[in-house]
Nanobody
Framework: VQLQASGGGLAQTGASLRLSCAASGVSFSGYSVAWFRQSPGKEREFVAAIAWKGITYYGDSVKGRCTISRDNAKNTVYLEMDSLRPEDTAVYYC????????????????WGQGTLVTVSS
């Protein structure tokens, strides 16, 4: 399984950004994907997840500002982030599992390489 995260970059406070996670080597319709993020000196934090059935989960720090979605035809999960804040600055990782979705980092067997999001104030 390979997960390729993309879409990071520099954004201003209040702007929007869409991250993508493209999966290969997996039966995507039965695959759940999550986003985590990590800032320097901090633990990797749960952001959002979407189960293979489409059920979604959000971390408290992004609830109401992020939308996770999936396009099974493209084997891709998207994370739309709105109203960006400087504290959203982090490397964003996508992770996947064929066992369903949870908010737990240890649950996910597959990880992408990460994409950096920097939000300027």
């Amino acid at each position: 399984v390979q997960l390729q995260a993309s879409g990071g970059g520099l954004a201003q406070t209040g702007a929007s950004l869409r991250l993508s996670c493209a999966a290969s080597g997996v039966s995507f319709s039965g695959y759940s994907v999550a986003w985590f993020r990590q800032s320097p000196g901090k633990e990797r934090e749960f952001v959002a997840a979407i189960a293979w059935k489409g059920i979604t989960y959000y971390g408290d720090s992004v609830k109401g500002r992020c939308t996770i979605s999936r396009d099974n035809a493209k084997n891709t999960v998207y994370l739309e982030m709105d109203s960006l804040r400087p504290e959203d600055t982090a490397v964003y990782y996508c992770a996947g599992s064929d066992r369903g979705a949870t908010i737990l980092r240890a649950w996910y067997e597959d990880w992408g390489q990460g994409t950096l999001v920097t939000v300027s104030s």
